[in-house]
Every structure is written in structure tokens, then in C-alpha cells.
């Protein structure tokens, strides 16, 4: 395939931290005031932004309302009042980073930095000892952890892999063990999909990147039908696919994918439709699809950037006309600084399906609001109004048991909640269907207490 480009060029790229928020020409119209708390709110949650973030996709003149400003700079609701108090002074006071790191780290730790029992539940065990890097929830699906790509081009202000960032080694999923994963999987070939995600893989060089995959392409690694790669590049770093200096190295990479029987999903996550209007954005896209990679698109549903049903659908038709494929809108997950972007489910069904309704069937792919709890990926599917009341109808889309997907189910109807962990069974019931088996399932590091508490409620009876 000829998809080497006709000028080439190149875009270098610099990354901006805690220590460089004052050289950030845009932030200069902020009250110093303001940029003292971003630097505060910094030191607690990871922010790192780069150049094309900062030239291509905000809009300064709308600080601080411009949703791209939101999306990847800290901002002063992220954090509760009680924290930005501990922290604030101490960086207008001049504080060296190791006193504010000591009043921060356990700021972190209450905000539950690994939600739906990532830790306790996902990480399964070869020969009773545990094998860091990967994560193995569903039956069909492991995830990989590579140690190179723990980072990204640009932090989401959202994310909920922000402990990832924070330099806590023992909140961290890595590995260097490039060998790790095809082991694995030749042991559990009901194992079918592998999810390498991060981070950002895209973060990696090429040969690097290589060096995990090129063990998936082998003859007996036939249980693996799929490879899809987590990344944000396509919306904050485009030209990781095109002005790269690996960036022909990586298409022919995806070539060789695809060459060797396995379906390529790049999973990329664009949350506003600002990030698919570029020329940079859209040309990355043209040339991972001539590698013939499939682009499916996601992004959780937040409230100050893309919580309006016109932006979601103006951002499905986007995708379609660029040749990928909308996928799910997710619910921001409870962890980091959920209050400030959550969204009520009844409200979040609504944005849905508002723009699912105004958008054409080749759109209609997407799938939500979907939240990745501890027990599965539950969608919310409805709404429905009973004699004895209002309801949720939700289903499981992935569940730790594969008998509970696609099984509806209902909820007492609560224009508050904002997690599964907020519903109530309905018609007065104790528990939900799925509850006592998953009270019996043996987690895969901890114990099933363990990783409730994490969730934030107290285990079925």
C-alpha cells in the first residue's frame, strides 16, 4: 500500500507540565490567582499538554468555558474545597514540591484511584504470582499494560487511569516483559481479543511497540483474532501517524497486522468534535485506514466539555465521514474528580438518545451510556414508566459472568444517581439479579470485600 506521504515534513513535539504552566502564553490572561489553583489542582491530579493541543485545539479567547481548555487543563472543581485548601497555600507560599507532595499523596489516595476493582479483581495470577501488566476481566478479553507507554502525548483532565501518572509505583499497571503476554494467552486461549492500552501505546516508538506485538503474530497465537490499541494520538498527537520519524515504520507495523489474519482495531477516543476537525487529525485517520485498520471511536460522556446531544451527534457524523466507526459513550467512571464532570444518569440517557435519534443508521453503532462498573459494562437502555413507577432499564453489555449479558433488568428510577452503585433494585427487591453470583466469584487478586470497598459500597448480602 502506498500511503507514504507526498511532502514529507516534520511537526516536533513539546510537552508542557506543572513547570511550565507560566511560559503558556494563553494562561497569561488568567488572574494569577487562577493559575495558582491550576498549579494546585496539578500537583494532586496529572496535567501535561502539548503544542498542537495548545495551538490547534483551544480556543483562548473562550477561557475558561472553550471545552478543550476543559478537557485538558486542571480546573479549580476538580478538586473539593477541603483539598484545595490543604494544597493552595502551600504553593502561593512558595512550598518545595516535597512538603506539598506529602499534604498531597493522601489527597490521592481518597479518591479512589483505581475504581470497579482493577486492582483486587482484574489482575489474574500465573503460578500464584500475579502478573502485573495485564488485566483480565472478561472471558474473550485481556488488556496490556506495556511499561513504555504509561504516559500520553496530552493528559484528559477526566481520565480515569489518572493514578497512572501521579509516580506511585504501587498504583501502577506495567510491564517490560515483552514475552509476558503471548505466555499468557497460549495458556488461555478462550482469550481472543487483546486490548493494548495505557497510557497511550501511541506513546511508544515503533519498534518498541513491535517488539509486543510481533509474538501475536505467530501461527500458534491463532486463539487471537483481534488487536486493538487504546490511544488518544489520532486527537491530541495526529502526527504520530503521518510526520513522525517512525510514523512509515508504524503503518507498515499495522500492515503486518492485518497481513497476518488479525483484525486491527485502533479504539481512539475523541470526545469533542473539535478534535476531528483538524487537517493534521483527518489525514492520520486516512493513513491508518490504508493500512487496513479499523478506527472505532469513544469517550465518556463530561459534563463542561461534551455533555449536549448536538455536540455528540455532530461528533458521530464526523467519524462516519472520516471512515470510522462510533462505538460507545461511556459514563464518567467514580474516581479523581468525577463531581466535577459527572452527568445524572437520567440526564445522560437523554443527551444519548437525543442525538442517536438525529443521526442516520451508519451512526447508530454507538452503544450508551455505559458504565464499567465492578460487576460489568452496564448500559442504561431505558426508561420506562410501570403502575408501581419509574424505572431504568439497564443490561449488561460485558459482565464478569458471561450469562448476564444482554439480560435486562430494572432499577428504581433516582434523577441523581450517577453510578450503578446509586440504584435501587426495583419493586423493593434486596439485590440485584447478578449480586450473589457475584458475591461466589473468586477475584482474581483480592477479595471480593476488598474490591466492593473500593467501589464505594458495602457488599451484598
Known amino acids: 500500500m502506498d500511503w507514504t506521504l507526498q511532502a514529507p515534513a516534520t511537526k516536533k513535539?513539546?510537552?508542557?507540565?506543572?513547570?511550565?504552566?507560566?511560559?503558556?502564553?494563553?494562561?497569561?490572561?488568567?488572574?494569577?490567582?487562577?493559575?495558582?489553583?491550576?498549579?494546585?489542582?496539578?500537583?494532586?491530579?496529572?496535567f501535561r499538554v502539548n503544542n498542537y493541543v495548545i495551538d490547534e485545539l483551544i480556543d483562548w479567547s473562550r477561557l475558561p468555558d472553550d471545552p478543550m481548555y476543559q478537557l485538558t487543563f486542571p480546573q479549580p472543581g476538580m478538586l473539593s474545597e477541603e483539598h484545595l485548601n490543604r494544597v493552595l497555600p502551600l504553593v502561593q507560599n512558595g512550598a518545595d514540591d516535597r512538603t506539598i507532595m506529602e499534604v498531597v499523596r493522601p489527597i490521592q489516595m481518597e479518591l479512589n484511584p483505581h475504581p470497579a476493582g482493577q486492582k483486587q479483581w482484574n489482575v489474574p495470577k500465573d503460578a500464584g504470582n500475579s502478573m502485573q501488566g495485564l488485566q483480565h476481566k472478561y472471558r474473550e478479553t485481556v488488556l496490556f499494560f506495556p511499561a513504555q507507554g504509561q504516559t500520553c502525548h496530552a493528559y484528559c483532565t477526566y481520565c480515569f487511569r489518572w493514578a497512572q501518572f501521579v509516580g506511585i509505583d504501587d498504583l501502577?499497571?506495567?510491564?517490560?516483559?515483552?514475552?509476558?503476554?503471548?505466555?499468557?494467552?497460549?495458556?488461555?486461549?478462550?482469550?481472543?481479543?487483546?486490548?493494548?492500552?495505557?497510557?497511550?501505546?501511541?506513546?511508544?516508538?515503533?519498534?518498541?511497540?513491535?517488539?509486543?506485538?510481533?509474538?501475536?503474530?505467530?501461527?500458534?497465537?491463532?486463539?487471537?483474532?483481534?488487536?486493538?490499541?487504546?490511544?488518544?494520538?489520532?486527537?491530541?498527537?495526529?502526527?504520530?501517524?503521518?510526520?513522525?520519524?517512525?510514523?512509515?515504520?508504524?503503518m507498515r507495523l499495522f500492515e503486518e497486522i492485518v497481513a497476518a489474519g488479525k483484525h486491527l482495531a485502533i479504539m481512539a477516543h475523541f470526545s469533542h468534535p473539535r478534535e476531528l476537525e483538524t487537517p493534521a487529525a483527518q489525514d492520520a485517520l486516512?493513513?491508518?485506514?490504508?493500512?487496513?485498520?479499523?478506527?472505532r471511536c469513544q469517550a465518556p460522556l463530561i459534563r463542561h466539555v461534551n455533555d449536549d446531544p448536538h455536540v455528540w451527534s455532530t461528533m458521530w457524523r464526523t467519524q462516519v465521514s472520516q471512515g470510522c466507526i462510533p462505538y460507545y459513550m461511556f459514563v464518567e467512571r467514580d474516581t479523581g474528580p468525577k463531581k466535577y464532570f459527572e452527568v445524572p444518569l437520567a440526564r445522560a440517557f437523554q443527551i444519548f438518545t437525543e442525538a442517536y435519534n438525529s443521526v442516520s443508521g451508519l451512526a447508530r453503532t454507538v452503544r450508551g451510556p455505559s458504565m464499567s462498573a465492578l460487576p460489568g459494562k452496564v448500559l442504561v437502555d431505558g426508561v420506562i414508566d410501570l403502575p408501581q413507577g419509574r424505572y431504568f432499564v439497564l443490561k449488561f453489555i460485558q459482565g464478569r459472568s458471561s450469562d448476564w449479558v444482554n439480560k435486562p433488568f430494572l432499577a428504581e428510577y433516582d434523577p441523581k444517581a450517577t453510578w450503578l452503585n446509586d440504584l435501587k433494585p426495583a419493586f423493593g427487591e434486596q439485590e440485584f439479579f447478578f449480586e450473589p453470583e457475584l458475591a461466589t466469584l473468586k477475584p482474581r487478586g483480592s477479595s471480593y470485600e476488598t474490591a466492593v470497598m473500593a467501589e464505594g459500597s458495602a457488599a451484598p448480602a
Do not use: C, H
Request: glycine share 4%; proline share 6%.
Open 13 to 46: 513535539y513539546r510537552a508542557y507540565g506543572r513547570k511550565d504552566i507560566d511560559q503558556i502564553a494563553g494562561l497569561q490572561r488568567l488572574p494569577q490567582e487562577q493559575r495558582d489553583i491550576l498549579k494546585a489542582v496539578s500537583y494532586v491530579l496529572p
Open 172 to 250: 501502577k499497571f506495567a510491564t517490560t516483559e515483552a514475552l509476558k503476554l503471548a505466555n499468557y494467552l497460549r495458556k488461555n486461549r478462550e482469550v481472543s481479543d487483546v486490548l493494548v492500552t495505557g497510557g497511550d501505546p501511541m506513546i511508544m516508538k515503533t519498534k518498541v511497540l513491535r517488539r509486543y506485538l510481533e509474538p501475536l503474530l505467530q501461527p500458534e497465537m491463532d486463539s487471537v483474532q483481534s488487536i486493538r490499541i487504546g490511544t488518544k494520538a489520532p486527537a491530541y498527537w495526529p502526527f504520530r501517524f503521518t510526520l513522525d520519524r517512525d510514523a512509515d515504520d508504524l
Open 286 to 295: 486516512r493513513r491508518i485506514r490504508s493500512t487496513g485498520a479499523v478506527i
